[in-house]
Nanobody
Framework: QVQLVESGGGLVQAGGSLRLSCAASGVTFRVYYMKWYRQAPGKQRELVAAITRVGTINYAESVKGRFTISRDNAKNTVYLQMNSLKPEDTAVYYC?????????WGQGTQVTVSS
C-alpha cells in the first residue's frame, strides 16, 4: 500500500519559516519524481517545487530564493524548507510522487501565514 504522509505545516507569522516533510512508503522512493504542490482557497492547485531522481530541481517563480526542496532517499522523505514566508503562501501543501504512470498524492498539510 502506497502512502505519502506530509507533516510540518502550521501557523507562522510573515517572515517566518517552516519545514515540510513527506514520508513515502510502499514505493521505491529513489526512482520517483517528487513534487510539492499547494492549493489556496478558491484557487487552482499549483506546482511549488520539484526534484527528480537525479536531483534536478525546479521552483515556481513565486518561491524562488525562499523555498528549498530536498530529498533523502535513505529516509524515503522529501522536504520543503520555506523561509521568508508571506501571507500569500497560505495554502494546503501536497506531496506528489510520480514514476511513469504511477502518480500518488498525500493528504496535504495546512500552512497559514499571518500578516
Amino acid at each position: 500500500q502506497v502512502q505519502l504522509v506530509e507533516s510540518g505545516g502550521g501557523l507562522v507569522q510573515a517572515g517566518g519559516s517552516l519545514r515540510l516533510s513527506c514520508a513515502a512508503s510502499g514505493v521505491t522512493f529513489r526512482v520517483y519524481y517528487m513534487k510539492w504542490y499547494r492549493q489556496a482557497p478558491g484557487k487552482q492547485r499549483e506546482l511549488v517545487a520539484a526534484i527528480t531522481r537525479v536531483g534536478t530541481i525546479n521552483y515556481a517563480e513565486s518561491v524562488k530564493g525562499r523555498f528549498t526542496i530536498s530529498r533523502d532517499n535513505a529516509k524515503n522523505t522529501v522536504y520543503l524548507q520555506m523561509n521568508s514566508l508571506k501571507p500569500e503562501d497560505t495554502a494546503v501543501y501536497y506531496c506528489n510522487a510520480v514514476y511513469y504512470v504511477n502518480d500518488y498524492w498525500g493528504q496535504g498539510t495546512q500552512v497559514t501565514v499571518s500578516s
